[in-house]
């Protein structure tokens, strides 16, 4: 299985990921062209590709060319690690039950919010990490697993908690993907589509 991982800043997921899993992360993409998830990838010798939207008349255009990148490259699955655009429709027809993203709340408390660590610590609910499907919604794809993250009174402690529950996770459902256990939108073992 081929993974391209997707990623608007950091990309400590993408590391992770493409240290668990180096015969399989062939690409990585972002929206940003300084995001420090390219070095990583450079780094790595994982293949990196950056053009952002305002490049493009518009989304479905930007969208068409994601699409045929991800097909250069023979892209099975799409893994989004904190990769901040909204996926539009032209990207889901080409990749439809192939992109998964991971959200750091309990879904579906917090959907959409760029800030769902701090406003799930202040509220002391949904705390915890989801990694879901995605579909035409904002986090509002099937659920794939979910781990809950113990509270800290601390906001650095419990950010903390909630990225190692991050790392944890995350390669736990793509070893799902690899071994057969979740295809095409959905989870082959509990027959969940």
């Known amino acids: 299985m081929r993974i391209a991982v997707f990623a608007s800043g950091n990309g400590s997921n993408f590391q992770v990921l493409s240290e668990q899993f180096p015969n399989n992360v062939k690409l990585v993409f972002s929206d940003h062209r300084d995001a420090f998830v390219l070095q990583r990838a450079e780094a790595l ?8 939207l305002k490049e493009f008349a518009n989304k479905a255009a930007y969208e068409t060319k994601l699409v045929e990148l991800l097909q250069d490259y023979e892209i099975d699955l799409v893994v989004l690690a904190g990769y901040m655009k909204i996926i539009g429709p032209t990207f889901l027809a080409g990749f439809k039950g192939q992109i998964i993203n991971i959200h750091p709340s309990l879904l579906p408390d917090f959907a ?40 800290a009174e601390n906001l650095a402690i419990y950010e ?3 990225h190692e ?9 793509i070893k799902a993907f690899l071994a057969g ?7 082959v073992r509990e027959k969940n589509c």
């Open 181 to 187: 256990e979740i295809a095409d939108g959905c989870s």
């Open 112 to 151: 959409g919010s760029a800030h769902a660590i701090e406003e799930s610590h202040a509220a002391n609910r949904g705390l915890g990490v989801t990694v879901h499907f995605v579909d035409e919604g904002v986090d509002t794809g099937k659920i794939i697993a979910q781990v809950s993250v113990e509270f």
């Open 165 to 173: 529950a991050e790392y944890e996770l995350y390669p736990r459902v």
């Open 160 to 162: 903390k908690r909630v």
């Open 45 to 52: 010798e994982v293949a990196q590709k950056s053009f952002e």
